[in-house]
Nanobody
Framework: VQLVESGGGLVQAGGSLRLSCAAS????????MGWFRQAPGKERLFVAG????????WYADSVKGRFTISRDNAKNTVYLQMNSLKPEDTAVYYC?????????????????WGQGTQVTDSS
């Protein structure tokens, strides 16, 4: 499975961005798609997750109500709509995939990762 993120950039506090993650290859083996983020010098943290089938979603408390994860099965693409951005949202954002619905908040449980896309507060 290959994952390619896009959509990152500079944004002022309070602004919005939409990240995309295009999946290719053996995507039928993917069960959950997740977004994680990693700030400099910090660990990689769960942001949001979605099941390819059925669309069940999960969110970190820090982004609940501001971020929305969605998927387009026909395009094999997952999105992360980020609204009301805060300076603390600055990080490299990664999408990832795993083959089961367990431990979806643990990055070491994911099988494939994209290269990441940078989101930076420009305030």
């Amino acid at each position: 499975v290959q994952l390619v993120e896009s959509g990152g950039g500079l944004v002022q506090a309070g602004g919005s961005l939409r990240l995309s993650c295009a999946a290719s290859g053996r995507t039928f083996s993917s069960y959950v798609m997740g977004w994680f983020r990693q700030a400099p010098g910090k660990e990689r943290l769960f942001v949001a997750g979605i099941m390819w089938s059925g669309g069940v979603t999960w969110y970190a408390d820090s982004v609940k109500g501001r971020f929305t994860i969605s998927r387009d099965n026909a395009k094999n693409t997952v999105y992360l709509q980020m609204n009301s951005l805060k300076p603390e949202d600055t990080a490299v954002y990664y999408c990832s995939t795993k083959q089961n619905p367990y431990d979806i908040r643990q990055p070491d449980r994911y099988d494939y990762w994209g290269q990441g896309t940078q989101v930076t507060d420009s305030s």
